[in-house]
C-alpha cells in the first residue's frame, strides 16, 4: 500500500499564514496544504477566503479562516488565541499579509504611518511572540516574515512600506538571536514585485513597470509561486540550518 504522506514533509504541521486568502499569501496556503500542513488563515476579508477553504479541505486538510483587522493589536492576539483553541499548537507561522500607503514623506500623515506600521511589522511581532511561547517549550518552530527588497532600496512615495520592512528583517534577525537556541529558524523572503492582482494594479502601466523591469536582469516579476516555493523550504526540515537570513527573489534586482 503506499505511503500517502510520501513527498508531504509538513504532514501533522499546523500553520498559520496572514494575509492566506489572496495573492501571494494564497498561493503559500495551497503549497503548504500541499505539502502535508493543516492551514489556519488571518485575513481581515472572510469572504475571498472561501475559495482557498475549499482548495485545502480538498487535500483533506484542516483549514478555517479567522476574521482579524492587523492594524488593531487586540484583534490580532483574538485571532492568535483563538488558533490555539483550536489546532492546539503552531509549527509554522508565515508573516505574509501586508499594505502599502503611497505618498510623498513630506506629506505623510501620522494615520497611515501608524497604520502601516501596525499591519506589516506591529502584528507580525505579536503573533511571532503569542505563538513562540509554545515552539520555545517545544524546541521546535519555523517562522517566515514576507518582507520586501523595498528593505533594502528605496522606492519613491513608499516611505512608511520601505521603513517596515526593513524593521521586519531586523526583526527577522532579532528572533533567529534570541529564539534559534530553542531550535526555532526565522527567516525572511524579500521579493521584488510580484505579478498578483495587486502587483498588476500597481505596476500594470507601462511607464511604471518598464523602468522597474529594466533593473532587473532576469527582465521579468515574480510569480507568487515562487514566493511559495521559497516558503515551503523554509517551513521544511531541510532549512534547519538556516537561520536569521533575508533571502532576495528579485531576479537579480539587487546586484545592483
Known amino acids: 500500500m503506499a505511503d500517502s504522506s510520501a513527498g508531504k514533509p509538513l504532514v501533522g504541521k499546523k500553520a498559520v499564514v496572514t494575509g492566506g486568502n489572496k495573492g501571494i499569501g494564497e498561493s503559500i496556503s495551497l503549497a503548504l496544504a500541499e505539502k502535508g500542513a493543516d492551514i489556519a488563515i488571518v485575513a481581515r476579508d472572510t469572504d475571498s477566503a472561501q475559495n ?12 478555517k479562516v479567522y476574521p482579524t483587522d492587523l492594524n488593531d493589536p487586540a484583534s490580532v492576539r483574538k485571532s492568535a488565541k483563538q488558533i490555539l483553541e483550536d489546532m492546539g499548537r503552531v509549527d ?57 527588497v523595498a528593505a533594502i532600496h528605496a522606492v519613491d512615495e513608499h516611505a512608511a512600506y520601505c521603513v517596515s ?9 532579532m528572533m533567529a538571536l534570541e529564539w534559534g537556541p530553542y531550535n526555532i529558524q526565522t527567516n525572511a523572503i524579500a521579493p521584488t514585485v510580484v505579478w498578483t492582482e495587486m502587483g498588476q494594479r500597481v505596476w500594470g502601466a507601462p511607464e511604471k513597470h518598464e523602468p522597474m523591469l529594466a533593473r532587473i536582469p532576469a527582465h521579468r516579476f515574480v510569480k507568487p509561486e515562487e514566493v511559495a516555493d521559497l516558503t515551503v523550504f523554509l ?9 536569521g537570513q533575508t533571502i532576495a527573489v528579485d531576479g537579480g534586482l539587487t546586484t545592483h
Open 235 to 243: 517551513a521544511g526540515p531541510g532549512s534547519d540550518m538556516i537561520c
Open 52 to 63: 482557498v477553504i475549499k482548495k485545502v479541505r480538498s487535500e483533506r486538510r484542516f483549514c
Open 165 to 173: 520592512k526593513a524593521g521586519l528583517c531586523m526583526l527577522t534577525k
Open 92 to 148: 509554522i507561522l508565515v508573516n505574509n499579509a501586508g499594505m502599502s500607503q503611497l505618498e510623498s514623506l513630506i506629506d505623510f500623515s501620522e494615520d497611515n504611518w501608524d497604520r502601516t506600521m501596525n499591519v506589516n511589522l506591529k502584528a507580525p511581532f505579536i503573533l511571532s511572540q503569542e505563538f513562540a511561547r509554545g515552539m520555545i517549550e517545544r524546541k521546535s518552530g519555523k517562522i517566515i516574515h514576507i518582507s520586501s
